[in-house]
């Protein structure tokens, strides 16, 4: 079974402080790797993707991948209350023949403390 | 505002009833998809279409019926649905599929009763 693993939360983090969300998948040839947000009652975000390991930075988002150790993670520097909301890994769990398969964890909920 | 639209935003509906879902999108991707979304439970994968064609359907009940006319457009058509089929139901896009680049971008969805 193909999963994607995420801490449900809360996770509560001081506003200012640097917020960290984990992720972990099974499949060993996953290429595409996500993070959305979502508030309550809304649609998913779309507000990192990565492909290669390493990190990639985006304003106060950094993605971290690792596929040899087939874990991802998302960093929110100066954490604002602004970014409470629960964030979802997605993973793309397919190749190349048009299989794409987009999993998603369970979400991890995320409450900056003012 | 994604570029993804999806009507109507909320609905009731009986058991017995027919009703359908819409999903536009006017980003000029290939691939739709729909997805579930239940209380404490993971976006469920439903359905993926790939320039109008079905590419993957996760055993979902008959009782749900996509339909992708064309690249902009996928409906999903609903009929003697139960209780436990009430949810958030999400249309995303993304370019294309097989290529890496897959991106899924979210219309606002459905809130789905079944009374």
């Known amino acids: 079974q193909k999963e994607v693993e995420q801490n449900s939360g809360p996770l509560s983090v001081p506003e200012g402080a640097i917020a960290s969300l984990n992720c972990t998948y099974s499949d060993r040839v996953s290429q595409s790797f996500f993070w959305y947000r979502q508030y309550s009652g809304k649609s998913p975000e779309l507000i990192m993707s990565i492909y290669s390991n390493g990190d990639k930075e985006d304003g106060r988002f950094t993605a971290q991948l690792n596929k040899a150790s087939q874990y991802v993670s998302l960093l929110i520097r100066d954490s604002q209350p602004s970014d409470s909301a629960t964030y979802l890994c997605?993973?793309?769990?397919?190749?190349?023949?048009?299989?794409?398969?987009?999993?998603f964890g369970k979400g991890t909920r995320l409450h900056i403390l003012p | 505002e994604t570029g993804v639209t999806q009507t109507p935003r909320h609905l009731v509906m009986g058991m017995t009833n027919k009703k359908s879902l819409k999903c536009e999108q006017h980003?000029?991707?290939?691939?739709m998809y729909w997805y579930k979304q239940s209380a404490k439970k993971p976006l469920e994968l439903m359905f993926v279409y790939s320039l109008e064609e079905r590419v993957e359907n996760n055993s979902v009940p008959s009782r749900f019926s996509p339909e992708c006319p064309n690249s902009s457009h996928l409906f999903l058509h609903l009929h003697t649905l139960q209780p436990e089929d009430s949810a958030l139901y999400l249309c995303a896009s993304s370019q294309d599929l097989g290529t890496g680049n897959t991106e899924a971008f979210f219309g606002q969805g459905t809130r789905l009763t079944v009374v």
């Open positions: 980003l000029g991707h290939n691939a």
């Open positions: 997605a993973v793309n769990m397919a190749s190349q023949n048009r299989d794409d398969k987009i999993i």
